[in-house]
């Protein structure tokens, strides 16, 4: 029902950035994005929030990223760009976009995108 584009991760050394990109899309009246986002999960971590963006325009960080992370969305077109600053070895993660459809109730995940931090 939703499709993504996630582009962006790769290898990066420590004290690095980048900008993952991603692009949703659907068919139907039921595709009405209520909250896009980026979340992330460690090898033996739990999947968690990095940051995300309400319709409306709201954004939602995670606490301990959110000196480093900045999401900015493109409602148009159904894209959002996370800026990462200072990257850590501790965030070397799969990172997954998200999208939620309030109107079916459901959350989408993208294939995900592997951002690996070098020392």
């Known amino acids: 029902q939703v499709q993504f584009v996630e582009s962006g991760g790769g290898r990066v050394q420590s004290g690095g950035s980048l900008t993952l990109s991603c692009a949703a899309s659907?068919?139907?009246?039921?595709?009405?994005?209520?909250?896009m986002g980026w979340y992330r999960q460690a090898p033996g971590m739990e999947r968690e929030l990095v940051a995300r963006v309400w319709r409306g325009g709201v954004t939602d960080y995670n606490d301990s990223l959110k000196d480093r992370v900045t999401i900015s969305g493109d409602n148009a077109k159904n894209m959002v760009y996370l800026q990462m600053n200072s990257l850590k070895l501790s965030d070397t993660a799969v990172y997954y976009c998200?999208?939620?459809?309030?109107?079916?109730?459901?959350?989408?995940w993208g294939q995900g995108t592997q951002v690996t931090v070098s020392s």
């Open positions: 998200s999208v939620y459809l309030d109107s079916i109730g459901k959350r989408f």
């Open positions: 659907g068919t139907g009246s039921m595709f009405r994005i209520y909250e």
